[in-house]
Nanobody, 125 residues
Framework: QVQLVESGGGLAQAGDSLRLSCAFV?????????MGWFRQAPGKERELVAA????????YYDDSVKGRFTSARDNAKNTVYLQMASLNPEDTGIYYC?????????????????WGQGTQVTVSS
């Protein structure tokens, strides 16, 4: 069983930066999974904002965060990160990390097998 433990959310002002972390806790092997970061804004569907392949060589960003968010992973620490810069109120939502048994980047919610509990990010103007 895979457990994903997120941290790093909180309150921010427009223009601030935050870094989210997601620890992969499992008897399994972290490098067997690609990872994604999803955001769910109030009243909206969960959407993929960033994804990273098993070795970090391939990354995906939604247009809404491209140039502001950076995803990285440390396979030695079994942890994936989402560095968020130039935050704006539209970035407000619950952020979930997710693990996919595909090692390449995938973009559909159904392709992710395990989910973290979510961490709230609130950006005020």
């Amino acid at each position: 069983q895979v457990q994903l433990v997120e941290s790093g959310g909180g309150l921010a002002q427009a223009g601030d930066s935050l870094r989210l972390s997601c620890a992969f806790v499992s008897k399994g092997t972290f490098i067997n999974y690609s990872m994604g970061w999803f955001r769910q804004a109030p009243g909206k569907e969960r959407e993929l904002v960033a994804a990273i392949s098993w070795n970090g060589d391939s990354k995906y960003y939604d247009d809404s965060v491209k140039g502001r968010f950076t995803s990285a992973r440390d396979n030695a620490k079994n942890t994936v990160y989402l560095q968020m810069a130039s935050l704006n109120p539209e970035d407000t939502g619950i952020y979930y990390c997710a693990a996919s048994e595909y090692t390449v980047i995938v973009r559909q919610i159904s392709q992710y097998n395990y989910w973290g509990q979510g961490t709230q990010v609130t950006v005020s103007s």
